[in-house]
């Protein structure tokens, strides 16, 4: 059985994302643009959401992409472009 991996879609990386910031944070009413520090993150937490973000999607959010587009949209587009372009764990290329 061929065991290439596919890049998630945008919406599917929106969707989980959101589960994220919703889960790190521990509020329900976080939407695609509420900011990750107007809900009351912090840096601790910060940290926690890009070691999620890591394990979910296999990529690693730069601080600085991170602060400059703390929501869920903002890291949507992020997270989009990094599964677009980094290999895979089993040293696969993106499909």
Known sequence: ??????????????SELLHIFRKVLSREDISPEGDFFVHGG?????????????????????PRSFYRSPTVAGLTRVVTDLCSTTPHHDGSEPA
């Open 1 to 14: 059985m061929d065991d290439m991996r596919v890049t998630p879609s945008g919406e599917d990386i929106e």
């Open 42 to 62: 912090n840096s601790l937490l910060a940290m926690r959401l890009t070691e999620t973000i890591q394990q979910s999607f296999g990529v690693d959010v730069p």
